[in-house]
């Protein structure tokens, strides 16, 4: 069974902090993925990784760095938090290939005071 | 510019009957088309999946039937159970990188 795991399930941090969130999968996917999910929106792209040291931007990757330093684990950095960084984030992975179905951890909730 | 839709915010039906959920697309490139389902405070569960080569498919009470020519999918669940309950999101994918499209979610409320 895939497991993909978010460090926090619950985070608070202030503006202007630099805020890690980090994800782990145990299935040796080739793919990862950040999204954010807000009410009305549905989960939008923020940044995604298809192999270790490979990024790609989503389609709401301002504001937000990534990497990808070994297989299983995909870090979301937000450089300087802001409050409408407030939100949920989701991490999911894949493997490579197409018309495969993503697993998703359970996501952080982070608030940006 | 919105390419998956779900123009439903919220379904509610009574346990035991059935629940159709919709979802429209505008890529004609999507190929792929995937149901989740999530709960508070979880992450999306996969449901089901059907790739653009066939017009329906089946997985227990769950059936997702897609109409290309419409640009259209959508998920029947029957019988409804009240642990149905969630919200659902459809999703859609036209590449080999595995990045899937999402639509805004359907809240769905199953009355015991």
């Known amino acids: 069974d895939v497991k993909v795991t978010q460090s926090s399930r619950y985070l608070v941090k202030r503006t202007g902090e630099k805020v890690f969130l980090e994800c782990v999968q145990d299935?040796?996917?080739?793919?990862m993925f950040w999204y954010r999910q807000d009410p009305g929106l549905g989960l939008r792209l923020i940044y995604f990784?298809?192999?270790?040291?490979?990024?790609e931007k989503g389609d709401i990757p301002e504001g937000y760095s990534v990497s990808r330093e070994k297989k299983e684990r995909f870090s979301l950095i937000l450089e300087s938090a802001s409050t409408n960084q407030t939100s949920m984030y989701l991490c999911?992975?894949?493997?490579?290939?197409?018309?495969?179905?993503?697993?998703f951890g359970d996501g952080t909730r982070l608030s940006i005071l | 510019d919105q390419q998956v839709k779900q123009n439903s915010p919220s379904l509610s039906v009574q346990e035991g009957r059935i629940s159709i959920l919709n979802c429209d697309y505008t890529?004609?490139?999507?190929?792929?088309f995937l149901w989740y389902k999530k709960y508070p405070a979880e992450g999306p569960t996969f449901l089901i999946s059907?790739?653009?080569?066939?017009d329906k498919n089946e997985d227990g009470r769950f059936t997702v039937f897609l109409n290309k020519s419409a640009k259209h999918l959508s998920l029947h669940i029957v019988p409804s159970q009240p642990g149905d309950s969630a919200v659902y999101f459809c999703?859609?994918?036209?590449?080999?990188?595995?990045?899937?499209?999402f639509g805004q979610g359907t809240t769905l409320q199953v009355k015991p």
């Open positions: 999911a992975s894949s493997p490579a290939g197409s018309n495969q179905p993503q697993h």
């Open positions: 299935m040796d996917h080739e793919n």
């Open positions: 990784s298809y192999d270790v040291k490979m990024k």
């Open positions: 999703a859609a994918s036209g590449n080999t990188a595995g990045k899937l499209i």
């Open positions: 059907i790739s653009s080569i066939k």
């Open positions: 890529n004609s490139m999507f190929d792929y």
